[in-house]
């Protein structure tokens, strides 16, 4: 198995710009959680979704973030308009049911100019 | 809510030395605890799962113990090695809710 793979693994974007970053769970994965880490708050979940549906988004840190998850193998978190706090580094990861093991991804990131 | 500590924030040893690095947590309703290793740069690897229901977990020379009743986790690094070097991450899963990380400790391993 490949793992979770996300793209794109760097991205700078100026601010007031849309960014949407992606991420493919491993196959047969019933459970996806986006976090962001940054030096001064380690790691922060932002939202999770178990067979594709949003379960938790009170992480999200306000109306300019979205999450979907379409189908079982891809969900995307979407940043609209960015801006300079939000540059850190995003992961994504999945595991089998929610109390199993997580697999992260390499993780995005990111850099709002 | 559950919260999740670690220390020390960051610790430096000489080759050779065997260590332990340490977690907390302060809600001992869990389902499980992972150890994560996260080079600088890169994302997380899992390094061992303990259930609720376990003791510990060995992996070549990690093992990791688990006191769920005092709300304690320990990795034990053997013989370590300068290739260890990294950020070790401690996290608790409640069941109810995902997995709650601790802020980690930063490992130095100096040949």
């Known amino acids: 198995d490949a793992g979770v793979i996300q793209s794109p693994r760097h991205e700078v974007t100026e601010m007031g710009q849309e960014v949407t970053l992606r991420c493919k769970p491993i196959?047969?994965?019933?459970?996806l959680f986006w976090y962001r880490q940054t030096m001064m708050r380690g790691l922060e979940l932002l939202i999770y979704f178990n067979n594709n549906v949003p379960i938790d988004d009170s992480g999200m840190p306000e109306d300019r973030f979205s999450a979907k998850m379409p189908n079982a193998s891809f969900s995307t978190l979407k940043i609209q308009p960015s801006e300079p706090r939000d540059s850190a580094v995003y992961f994504c990861a999945s595991s089998l049911e929610r109390v199993d093991g997580y697999t992260f991804g390499s993780g995005t990131r990111l850099t709002v100019v | 809510k559950q919260e999740v500590t670690q220390i020390p924030a960051a610790l430096s040893v000489p080759e050779g030395e065997n260590l332990v690095l340490n977690c907390s947590f302060t809600?001992?309703?869990?389902?499980?605890l992972q150890w994560f290793r996260q080079d600088p740069g890169k994302g997380l690897t899992s390094l061992l799962l303990i259930q609720s229901s376990q003791r510990e977990q060995t992996s070549g020379r990690l093992n990791a113990s688990l006191d769920k009743s005092s709300g304690r986790s320990t990795l034990y690094i053997a013989a370590s090695q300068p290739g260890d070097s990294a950020t070790y991450l401690c996290a608790v899963n409640p069941g109810n809710t995902p997995l709650v990380f601790g802020k980690g400790t930063r490992l130095s391993v100096i040949a």
């Open positions: 809600d001992s309703a869990i389902y499980n």
């Open positions: 196959s047969g994965h019933n459970s």
